[in-house]
């Protein structure tokens, strides 16, 4: 598979991309050179000196072995020790020995710990067991993965340590379908995510009984990334399995894996809705770890409103990742979103095509969205070694098994510290030094993470928010449930204190009809084809490319709107493309490709009412409150920005049709004497609620695990709701996902955060680094950077 793609004429467009020459590097075979080394050679070269802010060195960690549990079968031990594991680490003995006494499991131990072995010894030894039947299959088990990338490279895992008479097999929405009947009747391993077991497996549980009934463990893996309304859904159909399976006979234990968190067990019987054990102690080896911050520097460049310009973080991670390839250290990039990773991939191999093209072609985009074929193509080039730099989304931080990487880069905080390290734990997975470079992207939270390093070094990860209460969540899945099974009184505890209330609601509704026997579905649809548990909501959108009919990939429906409107930028595998149109009705986007200098980014405003105050705390005069919100968006315009600098070129206005959100909000109101005090006059105050608004929706993500695109903001100098200047973030999600509720509870650190970010920002008036929004609506006008100051100095000073 090639993936050099560009076509005659396309390196002179992406030269566009790039604002400094070549430095001709000496070609080196594959790198053994210090983290420490690799970081001061990338850093002294010409214009990098004043980019570094901070170096974290972390030592290297011997590690701890103990014997195998007895329960381990020899099959597997023998098989383990082939691969190099002579013993388990202490941690991995301890999983093993909690799993095979029945008892549920979390193991939140670092990457590259071990934690595929601590789940899958005990499991495959029961599986071995249940070959001995008269079937073959008298024991089973399922692993649920959130990408289907990771379940392929768990099915590889899992044929490295079981027999073949252990079958073991994906199923997915790759899996061909004269494969699924097979997979049904035979695999004593089933591999799967989420999606899946929704809307395939217990829709359709009495196809699955024989398997069902004989199901011994259940592996959630990465159960840290089910936080949310992702996480929140995840839930509530784990406790649908329970349901089915106890209709079976069968109680599974669960054994998870999460990288290093906060209260794992605690957040993992939130996922499971059981008691789990957790397991902590890392005892594995650790190479030291080179970890610095890295911001880009301002350019000549002014954006909106003369604000000064950093250069983005995607340039100068292509800058970083062409050098380390160029020094043959395999390196990958993580990029917040596909459009980046894209662009990363793109600039990199332009570059590199000048000192060497076939280098070049070593260098690739890894991302959702990608058909199937595509996807497995980069996968194998990606264990084979044949990609020297990878520019990747989160798909490749979870858990695959990307052994030899050197260096790290991360091309923007990821949104909290737990996926922070668990990106940086990707390089030196054999023990071996690394390097991990944070780049900071031109927002607040990320300008004020580079310069308070402690806040990522001496702050605990965070714990996993998820709501399964959440009604707008839970109710579906009732629905669900009742198709799968009539629902009973006995039901009710399994899923949660909200499930009671709602189903008099449902019934109301028509969806359900209380009998004898219970509730039941009542329509001949199923209602878990209607459910979408990634939390987007509505049918996804098919991008499709106009002159040929070919269908390049997906998008979520809620993300629709402002990915691929008309006139969006979309890139896909190298080539960029055009949105000709946005058919809301068919849910889908027509493209074209062309090689516009720009990319796009959609812009929205939004207005708020206050639907109920369920808490308020009184700051002095000043209220802090908690509640719920009506929120009426709409995607009205669109920005054309210059690759390289990030250069406004134009804005266009969109007609698209506004979407009502009933969701969760925190909001702080001051009074006309505060505002006094402050010595904010009544024209300066839209601008320091605008400002002060921005950026502590910037900073929330550093005290709640959320992105700031999960979460939105309104500032109204008098809202009619509280008759006071209120400043209001909330939920992006139907019903809220805990995000708004979490920042409410340390509302008094954040706001102080975003108090420090304002200050200390090195610009006059303001910019995208402290106070100015990319999605910003109103052009981020009007915004007054000191008079921000003062409100939040005046909220703060009586808070508790």
């Known amino acids: 598979m090639a993936f050099n793609h560009l076509r005659p004429g396309q390196h002179d467009a992406l030269r566009r991309f790039s604002v400094r020459p070549v430095t001709h590097w000496v070609l080196m075979p594959p790198s053994s050179r210090p983290p420490a080394a690799a970081l001061t050679r990338l850093s002294s070269t010409r214009g990098r000196q004043d980019r570094l802010t901070h170096t974290e060195h972390l030592p290297a960690r011997p590690g701890s072995h103990a014997e195998w549990p007895s329960g381990i079968r020899t099959e597997v031990v023998e098989a383990a020790r082939a691969l190099g594991m002579e013993r388990p680490w202490t941690h991995q003995a301890r999983a093993m020995e909690l799993a095979l006494a029945g008892t549920s499991t979390v193991i939140a131990t670092g990457t590259a710990s071990g934690k595929s072995l601590g ?25 649920l993965a959130p990408t289907k990338a990771l379940a392929a490279d768990q099915r590889r895992r899992t044929a490295e340590l079981a027999p073949p008479r252990v079958r073991a097999a994906l199923y997915d929405g790759d899996t061909p379908v004269e494969e699924r009947e097979w997979v049904r009747q035979y695999a004593s391993y089933v591999l799967t995510n989420p999606d899946m077991l929704h809307r395939g497996i217990l829709p359709a549980h009495t196809r699955w009984a024989a398997f069902l009934k004989a199901l011994r463990y259940v592996v959630v893996d990465e159960c840290h990334t089910y936080r949310g309304v992702f996480g929140s859904h995840v839930a509530q159909v784990l406790r649908r399995l329970r349901r089915i399976c106890a209709r079976y006979g069968a109680d599974p234990v669960f054994l998870l894996a999460s990288a290093t968190s906060a209260e794992p067990g605690a957040s993992a019987g939130r996922l499971t809705g059981l008691p789990v054990a957790e397991v902590t102690d890392d005892a594995s080896p650790r190479g030291d770890l080179v970890f610095a911050l890295w911001e880009p520097p301002l350019t000549e460049l002014v954006g909106e409103q003369g604000a000064p310009v950093r250069r983005t973080a995607t340039a100068e991670a292509a ?13 990958v990039v993580f990029v917040r979103s596909r459009r980046g990773a894209e662009v990363v991939a793109l600039q990199a191999q332009d570059r590199l095509a000048e000192v060497d093209r076939a280098l070049a072609g070593r260098v690739a985009a890894y991302r959702g969205g990608y058909l199937a074929e595509e996807r497995r193509g980069l996968e194998r080039d990606l264990h ?38 668990q990106q940086a734990g990707r390089a030196g997975r054999a023990g071996q030094g690394a390097l991990a470079v944070l780049i900071a992207r031109d927002d607040p939270l990320d300008t004020y993470l580079v310069h308070h390093p402690e806040a990522l070094f001496q702050q605990p990860v965070e714990s996993t928010v998820l709501d399964p209460d959440n009604p707008h969540v839970l109710a579906p899945h009732l629905c669900a449930a009742a198709a799968e099974l009539p629902l009973g009184p006995a039901d009710l505890e399994l899923f949660g204190p909200s499930a009671g209330p709602l189903l008099p609601q449902l019934e109301r509704r028509g969806l359900l009809r209380r009998r004898a026997g219970g509730w039941y579905w009542t329509r001949r649809e199923r209602p878990a084809d209607g459910v979408d548990i990634r939390g987007g909501g509505g049918s996804p959108v098919q991008i499709v490319e106009e002159d040929t009919g070919r269908l390049l990939g997906t998008v979520d429906a809620a993300a629709s709107h402002t990915t691929v409107h008309t006139g969006a930028v979309h890139l896909h595998r190298g080539r960029s493309y055009l949105v000709q149109d946005l058919d809301l009705e068919t849910s889908v986007a027509l493209v074209r490709e062309a090689d516009p200098p720009y990319t796009t980014v959609a812009r929205d ?4 009412s206050v639907l109920a105050t369920d808490t308020t705390v009184k700051w002095g005069d000043a209220l802090l409150s908690f509640g719920s919100v009506e929120v009426v968006n709409q995607v009205v315009s669109f920005l054309r920005r210059k690759i390289a600098t990030g250069e406004v070129l134009g804005e266009t206005k969109l007609d698209l049709p506004p979407r009502t959100l009933r969701t969760r909000a925190v909001w702080w109101s001051v009074t006309e004497d505060q505002l006094i005090d402050a010595d904010i006059a009544p024209d300066q105050l839209p601008g320091a609620a605008h400002a002060a608004e921005h950026a502590s929706i910037g900073l929330l993500p550093l005290f709640a695990t959320c992105d700031r695109w999960d979460i939105g903001g309104v500032s109204v100098p008098l809202h009619p709701d509280t008759g006071l200047p209120t400043v209001f973030v909330y939920d992006g999600h139907s019903g809220g996902a805990g995000f708004a509720e979490r920042g409410f509870g340390r509302a008094a650190e954040w706001l102080a955060a975003t108090r420090e970010a304002i200050a200390v920002c090195e610009c006059d008036r303001g910019c995208p680094s402290c106070i100015q929004s990319p999605k910003c609506g109103n052009g981020n006008d009007p915004l007054d950077k000191a008079a921000a100051v003062r409100l939040l100095d005046i909220l703060l000073a009586a808070a508790a």
């Open 319 to 331: 800058d970083l990742l062409t050098d380390l390839v160029l020094d043959a250290t395999r390196t």
């Open 119 to 143: 789940y899958l010894a005990p499991v495959l030894s029961t599986l071995l067991d249940g070959t001995e039947a008269p079937n073959g299959r008298g024991a089973t088990a399922l692993y």
């Open 384 to 421: 084979s070694g044949r990609l020297l730099g990878v520019a990747s989304t989160s798909a490749l931080e979870l858990g695959m098994d990307v052994s030899g990487l050197d260096a790290v880069l991360l091309a923007g905080y990821p949104g909290t510290r737990a996926s922070l390290w």
């Open 605 to 608: 405003t939004t207005a708020i």
